[in-house]
């Protein structure tokens, strides 16, 4: 029985149907089907009971897939061990998103890719909320105010949010100058989120109220620059507008906190290398990042003063 058979196994087992297993391991249905019959052939129990909306396990499936999970995992280990260098080896998911992710992010897992010539990567770009555990990613690049969960999260840097609005829509409307002007504004938002404000040290929660929403930043900077309303951006993707004038800075006097750049996994003791790896990297990212900015934004300071 060859380890790669006992992972197929897992994944279809977590995944709940060769389908979505054969998509998580980058491989065809048709070679996952032949790993499950060739396992179950030499275990001689049944594993899986396959149905019309995927498969479910057994009572032995049950039994076994925690075993061959541990199997997988210490698998990986040795083998990391022993590997020259310590290189990564087997299947890396990750989670990024949408906003920064290709930008900012997707150097650093190709990076990983290329040190880590084992290493079989599969990332995916999306701002919705990804399930870690249901969709079986190992670990998840995350942006912004965490909210509580059972995940794990390690800090790896920031980047610097604004609330701004174009001078059309301050011509019309007026800029909020507080948290009490804030709430009689159309905002353009995620969701129905909270958002965040510094008042001194101390930090206040907005309840904005808008007629657009959109699950992308990219999304919400064309419906601020429109006019829509006004929106609390990441810094970094609207820079240009703000140098050219076409946004401008509101509530300057309750800025929004810094987002913070998280890696996030699942629970467990310890983290997996590769997880660890991934964490480092992000580290030495985000401390160029923020160098960036700050060097980017010191003529502009240097300015006001």
């Known amino acids: 029985m060859d380890i790669e ?11 709940g149907g060769v389908t979505a297993a054969a998509l998580r391991l980058g491989v065809s249905k048709s070679i996952v089907s032949r790993r499950l019959v060739r396992i179950e052939t030499e275990l001689g129990v049944q594993l899986l009971a396959r149905t019309t909306r995927g498969a479910a396990l057994t009572e032995a499936g049950i039994t076994f897939r925690d075993h061959a999970a541990r199997i997988c995992a210490e698998y990986d280990i040795a083998m990391e061990t022993i590997l020259p260098a310590g290189e990564l080896r087997g299947s890396f998911r990750i989670a990024a998103p949408l906003t920064f992710g290709p ?7 190709a990076d990983m890719a290329r040190l880590n010539p084992l290493l079989q990567v599969r990332s995916s770009y999306s701002d919705r909320f990804v399930d870690l555990i249901a969709e079986g990613f190992d670990c ?8 509580d969960s059972n995940l794990i999260a390690k800090k790896v840097g920031y980047t610097p949010a604004i609330y701004v609005a174009t001078p059309e829509y301050i011509e019309r409307h007026g800029a909020p100058e507080n948290p009490e002007e804030f709430g009689n504004h159309d905002v353009v938002m995620h969701g129905t989120e909270t958002w965040l404000a510094m008042d001194g040290d101390k930090l206040i929660n907005l309840k904005p109220q808008g007629r657009f929403k959109a699950d992308n930043a990219v999304a919400l900077v064309a419906a601020v620059l429109a006019g829509v309303g006004v929106a609390g951006i990441p810094k970094e993707l609207i820079i240009e ?4 004038g076409a946004l401008v800075p509101v ?4 800025p929004p906190p810094n987002l913070g750049i998280y890696v996030v996994r699942p629970p ?3 983290p997996e290398r590769k997880v660890r790896v991934l964490t480092e990297m992000m580290i030495a990212c985000c401390q160029n990042l923020c160098k960036a900015i700050m060097l980017r934004d010191a003529p502009r300071l240097d300015q006001r003063g």
């Open 140 to 147: 998840a690049i995350r942006i912004g105010h965490l909210s």
């Open 241 to 244: 507008h703000l140098d050219s």
């Open 5 to 15: 058979g006992l992972r197929t196994f897992v994944e279809v087992a977590d995944a």
């Open 268 to 270: 467990g003791q310890h």
């Open 251 to 254: 509530m300057k006097r309750y």
């Open 103 to 109: 930008t900012h992010f997707a150097s650093v897992i």
